[in-house]
Nanobody
Framework: QVQLVESGGGLVQAGGSLRLSCAASGIFFRINSMGWYCQAPGKQRELVATITTGGATSYADSVKDRFTISRDNAKNTVYLQMNSLKPEDTAVYYC???????????????WGQGTQVTVSS
């Protein structure tokens, strides 16, 4: 079983910054891609950014040039640096990890519990 523990959410004024962290723990073979998703009230969960083990990144158009995803493979941790925050960025942010089970046979998709980000105007 794998646990993803997020931290770093909170309340910030528009134009401000936050840094989210997500650490994976438990027993597993290895982690492939990691990422961040967000879900605003009344909306579906949507992709914010992803990063591969090798460091290749992808971003939603709405956050390009404002958010930066990074990871520390040795610590099994992924980060999301959020700059120039806007009220429309307000959502619960979820960490995601694509993990190879300890058996080395199958892949499992894990989610964190979510962390609230609120941007006031």
């Amino acid at each position: 079983q794998v646990q993803l523990v997020e931290s770093g959410g909170g309340l910030v004024q528009a134009g401000g910054s936050l840094r989210l962290s997500c650490a994976a723990s438990g027993i597993f073979f290895r982690i492939n891609s990691m990422g961040w998703y967000c879900q605003a009230p009344g909306k579906q969960r949507e992709l914010v950014a992803t990063i591969t083990t090798g460091g290749a990144t992808s971003y939603a158009d709405s956050v390009k040039d404002r958010f930066t995803i990074s990871r520390d493979n040795a610590k099994n941790t992924v980060y999301l640096q959020m700059n120039s925050l806007k009220p429309e960025d307000t959502a619960v942010y979820y960490c995601n990890a694509h993990v190879l089970h300890s058996s080395g046979i199958w892949w499992v998709n894990y989610w964190g519990q979510g962390t609230q980000v609120t941007v006031s105007s």
